[in-house]
């Protein structure tokens, strides 16, 4: 659901999963858990809405307001119904269904549990597939599941104003939904949102979890994979304990090492076989190496469980609203190193991110076999050359943004920086001084390549929006109307489909117009169905023309499906009368025969023709052209006889 925030696949595929454990293995840190990109098949599939209600999705309904970047949703009560978008410096944003969607097993046959979007307007597919991964850079994700697990559907809360069940199950799923934006994304509902008492549903949720506060994040939801993140050639590393928190047997890989079930490394291990929830394993390699160990097994996600959707669509990610059983996966890798001097390698987490995003640096250090501390600073911002970070200058003294605390490391290992949120567009650059016990100093200064990113400004999208009006709005009968379909706010590559359907005809109001009439009959009679219109940019389309024979009124609706805004999936009708839509066919005015004129008072009445007589009917409308061409001739004759008297009389 929800405002359009441009996050790539890319930077989905690079957040990163910290699996921490305690120190242990021949004196190195934990192994980390890597990034484990989702692949098919996956865990879940992500299949169609499971309750809603419309947020402005509608054209005529009030759309939802966002909150600026700098607003904290965690610090703040919501706003009370009728405030000043204005004075709270909000956006008016895209409208939307807000949902709860339902999730089905890997085959797409069976309804396994459902979740709620945390990112708006990020798009939905049904059909995609779903992995569980790390958390996403969405915000305030303790408080997201404090509602996951005190409301619907983990408990009957909350309080919504239907008693029927179905409507109950919509009315709960889409305020729970927007509570979760208003965390994570700083929507609001609209100021004059056409159900105040749903306003109100949304705004308790709210103010009832600050006032609780954030809960701690769901537990890892893959197979857990729990040692050193490094050693020695030629040494045993270990013990790796696999898939304590799976709930069958749990499939492990080992790549560029030997793997072992003792300790003493006599019991080789076939890589592609099965351990038990827990089992352990060795690993040695005689040569400098990075080996991974990866596993895969059953395991119960909890309330939480962010669900990543398949990186080749444009889709949101999700949280579960109950505990789901999944097949997941996860791995690691080790660094085998010689025993001497240290090294330290990086690389963060992603190298384009949107004003508003978050980052981090992972250091993985090797060879170490002592106590260090670990230094991390990040550069910038320093302004892109040509657009990009390639051609910057990082020598001298580069401005600084922010120095991260120092870490104690013993052995070598795997460390990850906080996450930092990056709000002001440049160009950045990490650098790291490693400080052994003994021995000498291990760094790198800012613009190496793998350690800097560029931060771009955040884009505001477009506002969709959908008219639609009928050609004409009086035709008589016998005439063709067509219905227009305007269109703005379509995002690039994105498809828009309008079902166009003429209703009618409707017995006329006693005014004789169409105004007033009731077209929410629960089936108005059909004039035609149209052919489909599918929109790919921004204009005005036409339908086919439609002939309309009988008098009444009609008005065309269209049923509006896109795959540009969350929940677009579900069609949303357009016009079903109102007045742009609505159409008065008249009745043909019946032809009446011409009269004949009266006779004036003081011209000849003629005597009307018998049978027999011989004259012809006056067929004229009161002009007769024959007795004027007669008055006519007796004039000249008249003139004539008088200049013959007068040449008479000269003579």
């Not at 509608?58 to 909150?67: I, L, M, N």
Request: charged share 15%; hydrophobic share 35%; proline share 12%.
């Amino acid at each position: 659901m929800t405002r359009s925030r441009p996050v790539s696949s890319v930077a989905v595929l690079t957040l990163m999963l910290g699996l921490l454990v305690t120190w242990g293995g021949l004196g190195q840190p934990p192994a980390a858990a890597d990034e484990v990109p989702p692949s098919a098949p996956f865990a879940a599939v992500q299949w169609g809405t499971n309750g809603c209600i419309e947020v402005g999705v509608r054209d005529t309904q009030p759309k939802p307001y966002a909150a600026p970047e700098s607003f904290d949703p965690a610090a703040h009560a919501y706003p009370e119904f009728g405030y000043d978008p204005a004075s709270l410096d909000f956006t008016r944003t895209n409208g939307t269904n807000s949902c709860r969607y339902n999730f089905r097993d890997a085959t797409g046959t069976t309804v396994v549990g459902s979740a709620y979007c945390v990112e708006w307007a990020q798009g939905q597919r049904t059909g995609t597939g779903y992995d569980p991964e790390p958390p996403s850079r969405a915000h305030n994700l303790g408080y997201v599941q404090r509602i996951l697990e005190n409301y619907w559907p983990a408990t009957n809360e909350p309080a919504v104003p239907s008693a029927n069940a179905t409507v109950a199950n919509r009315q709960r799923s889409g305020t729970v939904a927007m509570a979760v934006h208003y965390f994570t994304d700083g929507i609001v509902m609209p100021p004059d949102y056409q159900d105040k008492a749903l306003y109100d549903v949304v705004r308790k949720i709210v103010d009832d979890v600050l006032a609780a506060g954030p809960a701690p994040a769901a537990a890892d939801p893959t197979p857990t994979i729990e040692g050193p993140s490094g050693g020695a050639t030629n040494q045993l590393i270990g013990p790796y304990t696999i898939g304590a928190n799976a709930t069958g047997p749990v499939t492990v890989t080992v790549e560029n090492a030997d793997a072992f079930t003792d300790a003493a490394g006599t019991q080789p291990f076939t890589s592609g076989e099965t351990v038990a929830p827990g089992g352990q394993l060795w690993i040695r390699a005689a040569a400098k190496a990075s080996a991974r160990l990866s596993a895969t097994g059953p395991v119960t996600a909890p309330t939480g469980t962010l669900m990543v959707g398949d990186p080749a669509h444009r889709v949101q990610s999700m949280m579960l609203t109950q505990p789901l059983p999944l097949q997941a996966k996860s791995a690691v890798t080790i660094d085998i190193e010689p025993g001497d001097p240290p090294r330290m390698t990086s690389e963060v987490s992603a190298q384009t991110l949107t004003a508003g995003d978050s980052v981090t640096d992972t250091l993985i250090v090797s060879g170490l076999t002592g106590d260090a501390t670990l230094t991390t600073t990040l550069y910038g911002p320093l302004p892109a050359v040509d657009g990009a970070c390639d051609g910057v200058d990082w020598t001298g003294t580069p401005p600084v943004d922010h120095r991260y605390d120092p870490v104690a490391l013993t052995g070598a290992g795997r460390t990850a920086t906080p996450e930092r949120q990056m709000d002001t567009p440049g160009c950045y650059s990490f650098g790291a001084v490693l400080d052994p016990a003994t021995g000498d100093d291990v760094s790198f200064a800012p613009g190496e390549p793998h350690e800097s990113f560029q931060v771009q400004p955040r884009v505001v999208p477009p506002v969709l929006s959908v008219t639609t009006q009928a050609t004409q709005s009086t035709v008589p009968a016998g005439a063709d109307v067509r219905d227009r379909v305007t269109v703005a706010g379509l995002p690039p590559n994105r498809t828009l489909t309008a079902a166009v359907t003429l209703y009618g005809p409707l017995s006329p109001a006693a005014d004789g117009t169409c105004d007033g009439l009731d077209w929410a009959t629960p089936q108005p009679p059909v004039a035609a169905r149209l052919a489909p219109l599918v929109i790919r940019s921004n204009t005005t389309y036409a339908t086919e023309p439609v002939r309309l024979p009988a008098p009444g009124c009609y008005s065309f609706d269209a049923e509006v499906t896109h795959d540009a805004l969350t929940g677009g999936e579900v069609p949303v009708g357009h016009g079903l009368g109102l007045p742009a839509e609505t159409v008065l066919v008249t009745a043909a005015p019946t032809p009446s025969p011409t009269p004949t004129p009266a006779p004036s008072s003081d011209a000849p009445v003629e005597p009307a023709p018998g049978p027999h007589s011989g004259t012809l009917p006056d067929t004229g409308t009161g002009d007769h052209p024959l007795g004027a061409l007669a008055l006519a001739a007796m004039c000249f004759i008249g003139v004539g006889v008088l200049l013959v008297a007068g040449l008479r009389r000269r003579g």
